[in-house]
């Protein structure tokens, strides 16, 4: 089992929708979880982090951390064609003080 | 402002060529890490940095080399032993022992073989 597991999508939601993103991960990542935005052809960007169980909020953008289900889910409301991007899902691992990666879910918002 | 700078943007390579990849950091950071990405996939690790002068292989490390001279820099070679370095190069730094931070990306070199 990879240690953060993303469905590749992609996701398409209609403008104004909620998006949902999500991420399941295993015993050997620590419980630090972070979202990433990646247009296509740069860089990507940090949009949230979230260490506790429960919902973290910041915008039109929520986090949410379940540690019993081993799962952090992203979702946007209002989803505007211009969240349409690559997400990535990423969780701290402890002993190399780095970050692992999912695969990316591709997010497509159709005005 | 501080950030992680990444040059050039473009580079292409011929065949047998080596080249090398800037990467240059004003975060004070201690550790830096090399990833690659190739079209409609995710992120690999090539070799990371935890402090100056060591760093280690990642996930891809062959054909690809690294030094740690400076705090600031973590120059990458593709060297010509990588035989399909067409790819996207993305640099990242992170504090030590930083489980609550997310890691500072450069915005990248894209790398092609002509």
């Known amino acids: 089992q990879k240690e953060v597991e993303q469905n590749s999508g992609p996701l398409s939601v209609p403008e104004g929708a909620i998006a949902s993103l999500n991420c399941t991960y295993s015993d050997r990542v620590s419980q630090s979880f972070f979202w990433y935005r990646q247009y296509s052809g740069k860089s990507p960007e940090l949009i949230m982090s979230?260490?506790?169980?429960g919902d973290k909020e910041d915008g039109r953008f929520t986090a949410q951390l379940n540690k019993a289900s081993q799962y952090v889910s992203l979702l946007i409301r209002d989803s505007q064609p211009s969240d349409s991007a690559t997400y990535l899902c990423a969780a701290y691992v402890i002993a190399g003080n780095m970050l692992t990666f999912g695969g990316g879910t591709r997010l497509m918002v159709k005005p | 402002d501080g950030g992680i700078t990444q040059s050039p943007k473009y580079l292409f390579r011929k065949e047998g060529q080596n080249v090398t990849l800037s990467c240059e950091q004003n975060l004070n950071h201690d550790a830096m890490y090399w990833y690659r990405q190739d079209p409609g996939q995710g992120l690999r690790l090539i070799y990371y940095s935890q402090i100056v002068n060591d760093f280690q292989k990642g996930d891809i490390a062959e054909g690809y080399s690294v030094s740690r001279e400076k705090k600031e820099s973590f120059p990458l070679t593709v060297t010509s032993a990588q035989k399909n370095p067409t790819a996207f190069y993305l640099c990242a730094s992170i504090p030590l022992d930083s489980m609550n931070y997310g890691y500072t990306f450069g915005s990248g070199t894209r790398l092609t073989v002509v």
């Open positions: 979230i260490y506790s169980n």
